[in-house]
């Protein structure tokens, strides 16, 4: 079970400053590793300083999308704004695929012309300066990403989720540069500058493949995870005696709300009071669990003998003098 959340401010206000945080040290360190970079023509460490620029301009992006996504419904936007945060998953994407193919051509015109070696290796202190700035960056992008992962899960906020695999990656890619220098400074051969490099560029097209997957499927209203649908149906059979069955259950994510819909099938004889009652105490629980959800459900009564629930109905076992059972079979989209 998932731990509560605090309330919606407080996580809009954590979700804040950490988009900050982030903001404030890619910035830092695009300054660092440029200036080292450009200082000894190194191509891999110029590549990280590319790669950590789109994660610069990532994180500002997120920052924004944060902060426009905590922003209550209004008459414009009926369901939220969390589609904000989908939106900025995505174009971090769009963002890293550009660093990729960035980083790929320079690199492959420093293997084609071999023009790192003179430069790289008439500069050993700057090396030296290259080699440390890089296990700084590796250090705090390590720190930063927990951070971020940390409120992105509490939050389910995919713009910080995002925002988090973009450094996480920095951390990989800074350590794959990092071992690239200390090899040239061990043995004075330049060519695995450029190498790693293309390595950093392979790691980077992976990651914004995978963040292209998740928010295009959250634009389109693709259903939550199979594993949080079937908590959902667990929670709502644990009320199966208050009821006669469920089915048309349908979800979908917008940022960091989830939206839950499904039929709740009720015996024909109780109250609209009571179907109210029952249907509250349902959204009550299903909150527990998944603390950023909308919940709808429709009531209508119970057909005697339907097989519209499927597994889900317990008419027979409430009515044993209908006879027979229904097979199970889940309905059609459950």
Not at 110 to 118: D, I, M, P
Not at 266 to 275: A, D, K, L, N, R
Request: contains cysteine; hydrophobic residues 45%; negative net charge.
């Amino acid at each position: 079970m998932k731990e509560p959340v605090p309330g919606t401010a407080d996580i809009a206000h954590v979700k804040e400053q950490t988009a900050r945080l982030s903001v404030i040290s890619n910035t830092g360190l695009v300054v660092l590793k440029f200036s080292v970079g450009l200082a000894i023509g190194s191509v891999s460490i110029i590549s990280e300083a590319i790669h950590s620029s789109m994660d610069l301009l990532a994180a500002v992006i997120a920052f924004f999308s944060v902060r426009k996504s905590a922003e209550p419904p209004d008459a414009g936007h009926s369901y939220g704004h969390g589609k904000f945060e989908d939106i900025s998953g995505l174009i971090e994407a769009v963002l890293i695929f550009i660093a990729a193919v960035l980083i790929i051509q320079e690199a492959a015109g420093k293997l084609l012309t071999g023009g790192t070696e003179e430069q790289i290796l008439g500069s050993p202190d700057l090396l030296i300066a290259g080699i440390a700035i890089m296990a700084l960056s590796a250090t705090a992008n390590w720190y930063v990403s927990g951070r971020l992962m940390k409120v992105a899960k509490a939050s389910d906020s995919i713009a910080l989720e995002s925002d988090a695999w973009h450094l996480r990656t920095d951390v990989y890619t800074s350590l794959g540069v990092f071992s690239g220098l200390v090899l040239i400074r061990l043995t004075g051969i330049t060519i695995f500058d450029p190498l790693f490099a293309i390595g950093v560029a392979i790691v980077i097209l992976k990651a914004a493949y995978d963040l292209t997957v998740r928010s295009f499927a959250d634009l389109i209203d693709h259903s939550i995870p199979a594993e949080d649908e079937e908590r959902i149906r667990a929670i709502i059979s644990g009320h199966s005696g208050d009821y006669a069955g469920f089915h048309d259950l349908r979800t979908r994510r917008s940022g960091p709300e989830i939206f839950i819909e499904f039929h709740l099938v009720v015996p024909g004889e109780i109250s609209v009071t009571q179907s109210h009652d029952l249907a509250d105490h349902l959204e009550s629980d299903l909150a527990l669990e998944f603390p950023r959800s909308h919940i709808t459900i429709h009531i209508e009564p119970c057909s005697n003998g339907c097989t519209r629930c499927g597994p889900y109905c317990t008419f027979y076992e409430k009515n044993p003098a209908f006879g027979g059972s229904l097979e199970k079979t889940p309905p059609a989209g459950e």
